[in-house]
């Protein structure tokens, strides 16, 4: 992919979501008057490695196409669910260990949950009003028995040192 087409699909996206924002707006929605007590809360998170496309993920309480969607119709039944949320996952490969970055606000540390099973990374956490739960595929081996795990400011990172055992250096003849 050529840097004229990457900005080609940012321009593509950035005109979707302005879109998407100047639809809001012009329909007149105020949660406030729609009986809705939660925040609304949405966003995009985008990474890119190398020359792959970018990978583009919501998150948030709300899934913006389908509420979107609904405008103009009659919705009484939309609510944002605490329950609904998804957090902002970023997923970074340094030279030396795997780090995933998930944001939890609202949460005490005593209240999350981290697992492994496999190559799946499970967090839970639930607060007074606040509940997240994210599964998340990790893109390489990692050493079950060395993770640290760190909290703060609403933002949880862990750190999983890399799986090199099956790693063989082949002589070149």
């Given at each position: 992919?050529?840097?004229?087409?990457?900005?080609?699909?940012?321009?593509?996206?950035?005109?979707?979501?302005?879109?998407?924002?100047?639809?809001?707006?012009?329909?007149?929605?105020?949660?406030?008057?729609?009986?809705?007590?939660?925040p609304l809360v949405w966003g995009i998170s985008m990474a890119q490695r190398g020359n792959e496309?970018?990978?583009?993920?919501?998150?948030?309480?709300?899934?913006?196409?389908?509420?979107?969607?609904?405008?103009?119709?009659?919705?009484?039944?939309?609510r944002i669910e605490p329950s609904a949320s998804k957090s902002m996952v970023d997923i970074l490969?340094?030279?030396?260990?795997?780090?995933?970055?998930?944001?939890?606000?609202?949460?005490?540390?005593?209240?999350?949950?981290?697992?492994?099973?496999?190559?799946?990374?499970?967090?839970?956490?639930?607060?007074?009003?606040?509940?997240?739960?994210?599964?998340?595929?990790?893109?390489?081996?990692?050493?079950?028995?060395?993770?640290?795990?760190?909290?703060?400011?609403?933002?949880?990172?862990?750190?999983?040192?890399?799986?090199?055992?099956?790693?063989?250096?082949?002589?070149?003849?």
């Amino acid at each position: 992919m050529t840097d004229r087409d990457k900005r080609n699909n940012m321009d593509d996206i950035f005109e979707e979501i302005t879109e998407m924002i100047e639809h809001l707006l012009e329909s007149g929605f105020n949660p406030d008057t729609q009986g809705m007590d939660k925040p609304l809360v949405w966003g995009i998170s985008m990474a890119q490695r190398g020359n792959e496309p970018p990978r583009i993920k919501e998150f948030g309480n709300m899934n913006m196409r389908e509420f979107l969607g609904s405008m103009g119709e009659p919705q009484p039944d939309i609510r944002i669910e605490p329950s609904a949320s998804k957090s902002m996952v970023d997923i970074l490969q340094a030279d030396d260990a795997l780090h995933v970055i998930i944001e939890v606000p609202g949460i005490n540390k005593e209240d999350i949950k981290v697992d492994l099973a496999g190559d799946i990374l499970n967090i839970n956490a639930q607060g007074n009003d606040r509940k997240y739960s994210e599964q998340i595929e990790l893109p390489v081996k990692v050493l079950s028995d060395q993770i640290k795990a760190t909290y703060k400011n609403g933002v949880l990172e862990v750190i999983f040192m890399y799986d090199r055992s099956n790693q063989k250096s082949i002589k070149i003849e």
